[in-house]
Nanobody, 128 residues
């Protein structure tokens, strides 16, 4: 089992940057594809970014392409989301998620149903 804890959320002005981190417990982190999702007030949770277990493949939602970067450090059991050029519409609770169902080095799922493990979430607020 993998336990996930997010950190790095906070308040930032539009145009600013934040880095979210997700620390994973367990020795099987390197076998898990990792993803970030977000949920804004009154909206459904949505996909943001995902990275394969080796880091060799990443996927991004269209609204964040070119602004956000997902990365992972398997030696430190962490995954990061670098968020640049933040907009007020990026305001949401951001969730880290993990999926160990596939051994593929390029598996980076974009659907919530694919993920087995979830963190508690980190609030990101972008002021205009």
């Amino acid at each position: 089992q993998v336990q996930l804890v997010e950190s790095g959320g906070g308040l930032v002005q539009a145009g600013g940057s934040l880095i979210l981190s997700c620390a994973a417990s367990g020795r099987t982190f390197s076998s898990a594809a990792m993803g970030w999702f977000r949920q804004a007030p009154g909206k459904e949770r949505e996909f943001v970014a995902a990275v394969s277990r080796t880091g060799g493949r990443s996927n991004y939602a269209d609204p964040v392409k070119g602004r956000f970067t997902i990365s992972r450090d398997n030696a430190k059991n962490t995954v990061h989301l670098q968020m640049n050029s933040l907009k007020p519409e990026d305001t949401a609770v951001y969730y880290c998620a993990g999926d160990q169902s596939s051994g593929s080095a390029i598996y980076a799922p974009i659907t919530q149903d694919a993920y087995e493990y979830w963190g508690q979430g980190a609030q990101v607020t972008v002021s205009s």
